[in-house]
């Protein structure tokens, strides 16, 4: 069965530094989405990729956060630099893609950030 | 705005059980889709269900049932005899108003001792 795939699983780092998550959604999934689930919280979209272009990033600190996706396919989430609030799961979900009915996400098993 | 509200944060219940999770939801949406997810240890979430707003059929799946009920606002989920692979953390999910992007609940922790 196809899966999403994310590396690392788990990354803990000292404030200040950078850190990228990387993404590889289900092949043929043309969109894919990047959360943030801070723990007891439900997940909250941070940006959202139509094939290599941004469809949504309102919610992503651009200050410090950055998304590519650059041939339309996988996909790598940075953050430079951490800070303590940023200790949370990253789960990265991809979807079919279509426009006229909902589409189902499916997620990977996340990568979990403890900053120190 | 678009709110979930799952208010029960955790159940403990013994295996063999039946349990029911509350959803309740607020949208100004009349066509809109319902999620449940599963979040096991692993992390990953796991598609459960959707279902749209124009269709109020209860569904079973096993030992899984929901109870979407548009006068209430509500999208329940049952599990009958539960088991100890049931404990999770589950979460209800609205979309709708032409937004393709869920929103979550905070979720039900669910704890099933044998």
């Known amino acids: 069965e196809a899966e999403v795939a994310q590396s690392p699983r788990y990354k803990i780092t000292e404030k200040s530094q950078a850190v990228a998550f990387w993404c590889d959604p289900i092949?043929?999934?043309?969109?894919l989405y990047w959360y943030r689930q801070i723990l007891g919280q439900g997940p909250e979209l941070l940006v959202q990729f139509q094939d290599e272009s941004v469809v949504d990033d309102s919610q992503l600190p651009k200050d410090r956060f950055s998304a590519e996706r650059l041939k339309g396919v996988d996909s790598t989430l940075k953050i430079q630099p951490a800070e303590l609030g940023d200790s949370a799961m990253y789960l990265c979900?991809?979807?079919?893609?279509?426009?006229?009915?909902?589409?189902?996400?499916?997620f990977g098993p996340g990568t979990r950030l403890t900053v120190l | 705005a678009q709110k979930v509200t799952q208010a029960q944060t955790e159940i403990s219940v013994v295996e063999k059980e039946d349990v029911t999770l509350d959803c309740v939801y607020e949208?100004?949406?009349?066509?809109?889709?319902l999620f449940w997810y599963k979040q096991p240890p692993s992390g990953e979430l796991v598609f459960l269900i959707r279902?749209?707003?124009?269709?109020?059929q209860n569904e079973i799946s096993g030992r899984y049932s929901w109870n979407f009920q548009k006068s209430t606002s509500s999208f329940n989920f049952t599990i009958t005899a539960s088991q100890v692979v049931d404990s999770a953390v589950y979460f209800c999910a609205l979309e709708g108003g032409g937004s393709y992007i869920p929103t979550f609940g905070r979720g039900t922790s669910l704890i099933v001792h044998p």
């Open positions: 949208t100004r949406d009349t066509t809109y889709y």
């Open positions: 979900a991809s979807s079919l893609g279509g426009r006229t009915v909902p589409d189902t996400q499916y």
């Open positions: 279902r749209n707003s124009f269709d109020e």
């Open positions: 092949s043929g999934h043309a969109t």
